[in-house]
């Protein structure tokens, strides 16, 4: 397939078959191009007072890259469990490419221009996390904790470079599932330049929602 036309991004809103999608806009590229792809669509819905997602993927090719394009409105509580079966769906396909790989799209609110981020190896699970496990836990409200502990966002790498750990130890991270998914992207690309830099802690690739 041909490499995603950047100029599609139309003040954040991204086209399909006259629908729209919102997306995030975060202040920077983490990846700049995806060669190969195949889109999903995940459209904001609403019923009365409740808040639905539509999942498209009619167009998907389980041996190419997939762009996941999402409507920040939507909450990581209807969007994560469809990402989850997503996730499995393609990995169970028999025509699965070793090569390919799992993006979220956005848009870069600086350059203007359509952007991705790189997810295929995070696991989601929908339940909180086990009791010992290190944590840090995001509210909807953007506030943060490290296990029990409010911690301000421009502490935190401060923070984890000042940790003491006894053994190999693995960082968890948590959110809350009210949280919308715009924030969560926001939150992602934050966390992507906080760096682990005690001997021992690494992170566990495990992402709580609950």
């Known amino acids: 397939m041909k490499k995603i036309a950047l100029l599609l991004l139309a003040l954040a809103l991204y086209s399909c078959n ?10 920077k590229t983490l990846v700049a191009d995806v060669e190969d792809h195949s889109p999903v669509y995940f459209f904001f ?9 539509e999942v498209n993927r009619k167009n998907t ?3 190419t890259n997939w762009i996941f394009n999402i409507d920040k ?38 350059h203007k221009k359509l952007a991705f981020m790189l997810f295929t190896s995070v696991r989601y699970r929908m ?8 944590c840090l836990y995001f509210t909807k409200d953007n506030n943060i904790r490290l296990n029990t502990t409010a911690i301000a966002k ?4 401060s923070i984890l470079d000042h940790l003491t750990v006894e053994k190999e130890s693995k960082l968890y991270i948590a959110f809350d599932k009210k949280m919308s998914y715009g924030n ?5 690309a934050f966390l992507n330049d906080i760096k682990l830099h005690t001997l021992g802690l690494s992170w566990a690739g495990v992402e709580y929602v609950y």
């Not at 006259?18 to 202040?27: A, C, H, N, T």
């Not at 025509?95 to 799209?105: A, I, L, M, V």
């Not at 339940?127 to 290190?134: Q, V």
């Not at 969560?184 to 992602?188: A, D, F, S």
């Open 73 to 110: 409105r939507l909450p990581l509580r209807l969007v994560v469990p469809e990402v989850i079966k997503l996730q499995a769906k393609k990995e169970g396909s028999m025509h699965k490419s070793e090569t390919s790989e799992n993006y979220y799209s956005y848009s870069d609110s600086v």
């Open 61 to 63: 090719i389980s041996s």
């Open 154 to 157: 421009n502490d935190l790498q």
């Open 45 to 53: 819905k609403t019923e009365g007072k409740d808040t639905l997602v």
């Open 18 to 27: 006259d629908k729209e999608v919102l997306l995030p806009q975060v202040d």
């Open 184 to 188: 969560y992207i926001k939150t992602k």
């Open 127 to 134: 339940t909180p996390p086990k009791a010992g496990e290190n």
